[in-house]
């Protein structure tokens, strides 16, 4: 009897503690992910109730017919090459110059993060007007050729204008890891280099990137998933153009879904992008985790 | 290393660079706030120079069409009852998933892992139907739920790497003074984790304050739209009328601004504590 008791408990216990947890995982997560399977498979419009199986021509028609799709998900690789790397590097720098005994190092720090907190889509907002007119004003100011290009107009600025503002919001985040992780660094070691007279390239190469490593892990994930999955800050800024070219998939996937109704077809294009993304940010965490030292 | 280092010409040579960058990265506020205090007229002619006389009511304006209270409310009352049922239900699912290793307790605990790396964009299309179907969509409430959904695997996470640190003994002694599972959690364990869940608020504020897109999926009345949606609502019929639209960015950017710097001390801390573990 009291055995009986004490495995009631332990259920009732088990049920309170990670029920609601896995309840609202299930039903926001879980469920709608794995019907996303079945869903890719028809041609299902998001409005009548009737759905038709369609087999595999959804995905026979995004890889072989949809060339809208192969830009998005071309603009999105290049678009994310580029901002991952100049964001980590300012950020890398950021923090380079921030650990050093500077007399504003706290007040430098507040304004490099700023960016970040506000939401993606009112910088894009911002940024849209500082691209058309402030651009513009410092242009006719100046005289500087690079400040009176059409910078939203043309295919190549808005790619450009897209990087600048994701390193300009992100660099500030990353700044923050990298300063957590260059604090953490054992003093010893970098005496030791010192006394062993190595340089200042030096250091940085041999002593201070291997050690913050697990940041770069950590970094390199955070931005990549951050660009891959660019949205809010390609609404507002550019709006996927001039003519489409600078279309994110995750914008793209969005339009096919809930502007042309074509609910089966978006999908199928979420289903190929979830496995880029997995693989891709996979991989990394891998490949960056085998480079990172013990101390 | 710092503290040996003399404050010399090379120092200064980088606070000088850092100075200037620092100025770079605020030159887009000063265009926005600047501009949103002209008249149109005032703003085509000269973007980059002051106003030639502030016009305080292009904000009065804004904060009626936008009914910027409401927006306001509406972002508050989201982000603080979703952090609040977060913090809940990923602590204690933490807890019991740590403390009770069972066998379906680990396979559960990796499946709330590995949901991770699936994009939002990825679920969000079922996602509309699922909601639609149990009655979320077009609610605040409902958003609350979508949210419970998202963050829980990483709010979980958190809270699971962090109590491992907990020693045993403390709760062993609490049971043994007689008390029950719940009251050792919510009296013993839940004030001890007090720094992973400002780390956790803060993170999850940050993301549900910000969120665009599915607020966007969710919420379809105008009466309980956020700060982002009201927003976008506003910037699609003031397009070119740059004098509301800015003083409206203003307004949207202040609260997420003034409580960044209100906070900044946990800010930046909960965010190398959370990357850290993450």
Request: charged share 15%; with cysteine; proline share 4%.
């Amino acid at each position: 009897m009291q055995h009986r008791m004490k495995r009631l408990s332990d259920a009732v216990q088990q049920l309170v503690f990670v029920g609601p947890a896995l309840l609202f995982f299930c039903l926001i997560v879980l469920v709608p992910f794995l019907m996303s399977f079945y869903y890719s498979l028809t041609d299902w419009n998001g409005v009548t109730t009737r759905v038709v199986w369609a087999g595999l021509s959804n995905f026979k028609r995004i890889l072989l017919e949809d060339s809208e799709f192969r830009n998005a998900f071309w603009f999105t690789a290049r678009y994310t090459l580029a901002a991952v790397v100049f964001a980590n590097a300012v950020g890398f720098t950021l923090a380079l110059l921030l650990t050093q005994p500077l007399k504003t190092r706290n007040v430098l720090r507040t304004v490099f993060f700023l960016p970040n907190v506000i939401a993606g889509l009112l910088l894009g907002f911002i940024w849209s007007f500082i691209f058309v007119k402030g651009f513009a004003a410092i242009g006719e100011w100046t005289g500087i050729g690079f400040f009176k290009l059409p910078w939203l107009g043309t295919a190549s600025t808005a790619f450009w204008g897209m990087v600048i503002v994701s390193v300009w919001q992100m660099a500030g985040y990353l700044m923050v890891i990298y300063i957590a992780a260059m604090m953490n660094m054992p003093r010893e070691l970098i005496e030791a280099a010192k006394i062993d007279g190595a340089g200042r390239w030096k250091m940085l190469r041999s002593i201070i990137v291997p050690l913050v490593m697990p940041a770069f892990t950590v970094c390199l994930f955070l931005t990549l998933s951050w660009s891959f999955k660019v949205f809010d800050l390609n609404l507002s800024l550019t709006k996927g153009g001039p003519f489409g070219s600078t279309e994110s998939v995750a914008l793209n996937i969005y339009k096919e879904a809930f502007q042309n109704n074509r609910y089966g077809l978006g999908t199928a294009k979420s289903l190929i992008f979830f496995v880029v993304v997995a693989t891709v940010t996979t991989l990394q965490v891998i490949y960056t985790k085998r480079k990172e030292v013990e101390v | 290393m710092e503290q040996t280092q003399r404050y010399n010409a090379r120092l200064l040579a980088m606070e000088i660079a850092a100075l200037l960058l620092a100025l770079l990265f605020l030159v887009p506020f000063y265009f926005v706030v600047v501009n949103s205090l002209k008249s149109f007229g005032d703003l085509m002619r000269n973007a980059a120079g002051w106003p030639e006389a502030f016009r305080w009511d292009n904000y009065s304006k804004v904060w009626e069409i936008m009914k910027f209270p409401r927006a306001f409310m509406n972002s508050l009352l989201i982000t603080v009852l979703s952090n609040a049922g977060l913090v809940l239900i990923s602590a204690m699912a933490a807890y019991r998933i740590l403390r009770r290793p069972t066998v379906f307790n680990r396979v559960l605990f990796v499946l709330f892992i590995a949901a991770m790396v699936i994009p939002f964009q990825s679920i969000m299309i079922p996602l509309v139907k699922v909601a639609s179907e149990v009655g979320l969509m077009d609610s605040r409430f409902g958003l609350i739920i979508c949210y419970f959904g998202f963050g829980v695997s990483l709010n979980l996470f958190l809270y699971h790497g962090f109590m491992k640190s907990i020693p045993l003994e403390i709760e062993e002694a609490a049971v043994v003074d007689g008390c029950t599972p719940y009251g050792v959690f919510w009296r013993i364990v839940f004030p001890l984790l007090k720094p992973m869940t400002i780390t956790i608020l803060i993170l999850n504020s940050l993301w549900i304050w910000n969120d665009f897109l599915l607020p966007l999926l969710v919420l379809h009345s105008a009466d309980i739209r956020t700060i982002p949606l009201q927003t976008y609502s506003f910037f699609g019929q003031y397009t070119k009328q740059w004098d509301l639209a800015l003083a409206g960015l203003v307004l949207g950017v202040a609260p997420m601004v003034a409580f960044f710097l209100l906070m900044q001390k946990h800010i930046i801390a909960g965010i190398s504590a959370g990357a850290v573990k993450g």
